[in-house]
């Protein structure tokens, strides 16, 4: 556990350092931006409005969506490979140690294969409705 903490002690540490000189060399890059913009820039270049549009559809919650159903759909498949190749898993016996690890290893990796497979559905499309537009 000491070897934990002395590794995330160095991470934070370093992670800190690595974000002021990152805010600092941002600000920089900021600063000579509108430096070199100041010159182009006139009034009437706002008369007309900002030429920006923003995305009104939001890919965040169909994201989040996908990703719930596909860890669903994880748990529900590790359940039932379990409750098909293990039966005595569910029973109240003490000696299931050793199919306790299998178990989990099942679980875990049905989660994390239908999570990933729906965020690439998510992501499938979300290119098909950004080709549309």
Do not use: H, W
């Not at 920089?28 to 008369?47: A, M, Q, V, W």
């Not at 009104?56 to 759909?73: D, E, V």
């Amino acid at each position: 556990m000491n070897e934990l903490m002395i590794v995330a002690n160095v991470a934070i540490v370093f992670g800190t350092i690595y974000k002021l000189f990152e805010l600092f060399a941002g600000r920089k890059e900021r600063l000579s931006l509108i430096e070199k913009l100041g010159d182009k820039i006139n009034p009437d270049t706002f008369k007309q409005g900002i030429f920006y549009k923003p995305n009104l559809f939001s890919f965040n919650t169909l994201r989040a969506g996908c990703l719930l159903i596909g860890l669903g759909l994880g748990i529900l498949l590790g359940y039932v490979i379990v409750s098909l190749n293990f039966p005595e898993y569910f029973s109240s016996n003490d000696n299931i140690r050793n199919i306790s690890e299998t178990v989990s290893t099942i679980y875990g990796s049905c989660i994390l294969i239908f999570g990933g497979l729906g965020l690439l559905a998510s992501y499938i499309i979300e290119l098909k409705q950004t080709k549309k537009d």
